[in-house]
């Protein structure tokens, strides 16, 4: 647990420094903010990725669960977050706001880091947490986002038909799923021997990023806002995505007879905060785009109380 709490702390001063970043005007946000998420999405999440899966000794059915139970969670949390906004009537738009919201995480961007840096500093007890992580954001979460989350979004908007080509398309553009399937691919390699040790270290340069750049990212993008009018749905949101979430997360692990590693994982990765694209969704779909950013951005503050939480509960 204490390696758990010095890497949170480590990631809240690396948000903080980002904040300073922006307020001091050290970088141009926009343009660094940009060139930053595409060094993540396109070098270091996906060299992450890639290690994680070397790290894992043996594939079993304890790993097959992982992806299962992350889209048991997404389901759970987008019908709660349905009931919430039907009982509160929202309007249409602000209601599928609320729902895609709730649904997933940033398992990419802030869950996958964060078991890397657990990873380097207690490889014996969390190194191969990050090839769970992987599995669990780019299966469990990556593919019901480009679909279950999708239909969802175009149901309370414009309704727009989802085909499987438009899924297939999005999978394989997204550099972290091919890292994921390329690991799967030459996980017998990287245990026999024959794998590179300069690919490796190359890998193991740009995985260190992703930390540093994720939350430097995060700290650069925080507002701070008045949501007063939103305060029902988003408070809604934060319930759902926050504490609802992790707390399914906890049943399905003991149904599911998750080992200590795999339910931890699990746990603190339904744990975390709102995913950013749920604002590209609003907006693509005519939905409540304002509402969703302020969601979105609430609950990445709220879960610097609810996140240690559930860690310690995972633990």
Not at 91 to 118: H, K
Not at 195 to 210: C, D, K, N
Not at 242 to 267: E, K, S
């Amino acid at each position: 647990m204490s390696d758990v709490v010095g890497i949170l702390i480590q990631i809240f001063l690396l948000i903080g420094l980002g904040l300073l970043v922006r307020w001091r005007n050290i970088l141009p946000r926009d343009q660094a903010v940009t060139i930053f998420n595409q060094a993540v999405i396109n070098l270091t999440l996906p060299a992450t990725v890639f290690l994680g899966l070397m790290n894992i000794q043996e594939f079993s059915w304890q790993l097959i669960k992982i992806p299962i139970i992350a889209v048991l969670v997404i389901i759970g949390s987008g019908a709660i977050a349905a009931f919430i906004a039907q009982r509160l009537r929202l309007r249409r738009a602000t209601a599928g706001a609320v729902v895609i919201t709730s649904m997933c995480g940033s398992t990419g961007f802030f869950g996958t880091p964060i078991f890397g840096a657990l990873a380097r500093s207690n490889p014996q007890e969390y190194g191969q947490t990050v090839g769970m992580a992987a599995l669990y954001s780019e299966i469990g979460s990556l593919i019901p986002l480009l679909t279950i989350v999708a239909i969802v979004a175009a149901y309370y908007g414009e309704r727009q038909q989802i085909t499987p080509k438009q899924v297939a398309i999005g999978l394989f553009r997204f550099l972290p799923f091919i890292a994921l399937v390329l690991g799967f691919i030459f996980w017998p390699e990287t245990h026999g021997g024959n794998f590179p040790t300069a690919i490796r270290g190359t890998l193991g340069f740009l995985s260190q990023a992703t930390v540093m750049l994720t939350m430097l990212t995060l700290g650069m993008t925080i507002t701070i806002r008045d949501f007063s009018q939103y305060l029902r749905s988003v408070l809604s949101v934060n319930l759902v995505k926050l504490v609802c979430a992790p707390l399914m997360a906890v049943g399905l692990c003991f149904l599911f007879g998750l080992d200590p590693q795999a339910r931890f994982v699990v746990i603190f990765e339904s744990a975390l905060p709102a995913i950013v694209i749920a604002i590209a969704y609003a907006n693509q779909y005519k939905l409540d785009v304002e509402l969703a950013s302020t969601a979105v951005f609430t609950t990445f503050v709220f879960s610097l109380i609810t996140l240690p939480i559930f860690a310690y509960i995972a633990a």
